[in-house]
């Protein structure tokens, strides 16, 4: 089983920061890494696909990127929308299986 | 536009049944796969299991094996998540979500949730 182990729990920074969360994957995968967004009351939404690309209309400010197990995605200049939990989420090949990160909570500091 | 419509909040007791629902619009349904995850209250999110309307095709999480059972209905775009015996433990947001094909099989569109409470 791939565990996928976000840090930190929480992270609390003061809007025009940038950010940097963490996700390390227990077992060697291919680029099949997500990121998604979720705010209180929502359902979650995709990012960021397979490592590093935007999906449609995802600010520029969004980006992600890796090395070897450790994956990241960093908020480069934090708008007050972007305080919400985020998810990193790993695919196998196919047929497909998902496994999900705990989540790491972006506050206003 | 895509959408993804899941049925409303359910409250129910323990050992009863439940089958909650997921309709898909503006897509061609039959054509993308489904997955079902599970968000305990303050907790994480956890993949249960996946179908493909277009065959049946399923898999399951081992961790939800034998406790639900997903199902599809591509005659009327639905998508299913089911128990035979509900458990206090069950209590959760269950969202369904749609495998986008343009994102490598990212979930690019989800529905908005169905709250299950399950109580004596």
């Not at chain 2, 599809?72 to 015996?85: E, F, G, H, P, V």
Request: hydrophobic content about 30%; proline content about 5%.
């Amino acid at each position: 089983e791939i565990v996928l182990t976000q840090s930190p729990a929480t992270l609390s920074l003061s809007p025009g920061e940038g950010a940097t969360l963490s996700c390390r994957v227990s077992q060697s995968v291919s680029g099949y890494l997500a990121w998604y967004q979720q705010k209180p009351g929502q359902a979650p939404r995709l990012l960021i696909y397979d490592v590093s690309n935007r999906a449609n209309g995802i600010p520029t400010r969004f980006s992600g990127g890796r090395s070897g197990a450790d994956f990241t995605l960093t908020i480069s200049s934090l708008e007050p929308e972007d305080f919400a939990v985020y998810h990193c989420q790993q695919r196998n090949n196919w047929p497909p299986e998902y496994s999900f990160g705990q989540g790491t909570r972006l506050e206003i500091k | 536009e895509v959408q993804l419509v899941q049925s409303g909040a359910e409250v129910k007791e323990p050992g009863e049944s439940l089958k909650i629902s997921c309709k898909g619009s503006g897509y061609s349904f039959s054509s993308y796969w489904i997955v079902w995850v599970r968000q305990r209250p303050g907790k994480g999110l956890e993949w249960m299991g996946v179908i493909s309307p277009g065959d049946s095709y399923i898999k399951y999480s081992p961790s939800f094996q034998g406790h639900v059972t997903i199902s599809a209905d591509r005659s009327i775009s639905t998508a299913y998540l089911q128990w035979s015996s509900l458990q206090a433990s069950d209590t959760a947001i269950y969202y369904c979500a749609r495998l986008g094909d343009g994102y490598d099989y990212s979930l690019d569109f989800w529905g908005q949730g169905t709250l299950v409470t399950v109580s004596s």
